[in-house]
């Protein structure tokens, strides 16, 4: 079974700074089945990427995603009120089984 | 409109069962992979099930053998019978949409508690 790690644990940020959020894979993951989310609190998580790098409709353009094999990386470039929240990343097994990593907490610094 | 509503979430004993709901509206169901994602106060995201458009069905370890999926496309509706219920079960239990390796779409959730 594949284990996501993600990091940092907590990313405490003013708006209009850059985040940089790690998924790391315990084994190599097909670019294709790796997928960011975003969960603000209260709320259901919401698709932000899928295939690693492939924004979902509707996401603005400054989250980008990237990486490939058992690093990935989620960019927020300037961070804007609404995009505090808890990310995950997701990988999408065979089986169809998925695994989430433990996620990342971006806080208002 | 789009959207998923799960329903059935309740305080239920430790051995006791419940069976929730997730009606789809918007998009053809039939055509969609589905999953039952869950998420205890305070935790991650944990994968809990599975269920193909052909209706081929997948669970995770935690679950398999007590929890059972289904669907009923003429209803427009996935299901999640759930028996031999535990304190570790307690939950919102979200029904998600696949799309492609993501899951683009997602309930508001239903909570489960296990307690006596």
């Known amino acids: 079974e594949i284990v996501l790690t993600q990091s940092p644990g907590t990313l405490s940020l003013s708006p209009g700074e850059r985040a940089t959020l790690s998924c790391r894979a315990s084994q190599s993951v097909a670019s294709r089945r790796l997928a960011w989310y975003q969960q603000r609190p209260g709320q259901a998580p919401r698709l932000l990427i899928y295939g690693a790098s492939t924004r979902a409709p509707g996401i603005p353009d400054r989250f980008s995603g990237s990486g490939s094999g058992t690093d990935f990386t989620l960019i927020i470039s300037r961070l804007e009120p609404e995009d505090f929240g808890v990310y995950y990343c997701q990988q999408y097994g065979t089986s169809p089984s998925l695994t989430f990593g433990g996620g990342t907490k971006v806080e208002i610094k | 409109e789009v959207q998923l509503v799960e329903s059935g979430g309740d305080l239920v004993q430790p051995g006791g069962s419940l069976r929730l709901s997730c009606a789809a509206s918007?998009?053809?169901?039939?055509?969609?992979?589905m999953h039952w994602v869950r998420q205890a106060t305070g935790k991650g995201l944990e994968w809990v099930s599975a269920?193909?458009?052909?209706?081929?069905?997948y669970y995770a370890g935690s679950v398999k053998g007590r929890f059972t999926i289904s669907r009923e496309n003429a209803k427009n509706s996935l299901y999640l019978q759930m028996n031999s219920l535990r304190a570790g079960d307690t939950a919102v239990y979200y029904c998600?949409?696949?799309?492609?390796?993501?899951?683009?779409?997602w309930g508001r959730g239903t909570l489960v508690t296990v307690s006596s």
């Open positions: 269920i193909s458009t052909g209706g081929d069905t």
């Open positions: 998600a949409r696949v799309f492609l390796s993501g899951l683009d779409l």
């Open positions: 918007g998009f053809t169901f039939s055509s969609h992979d």
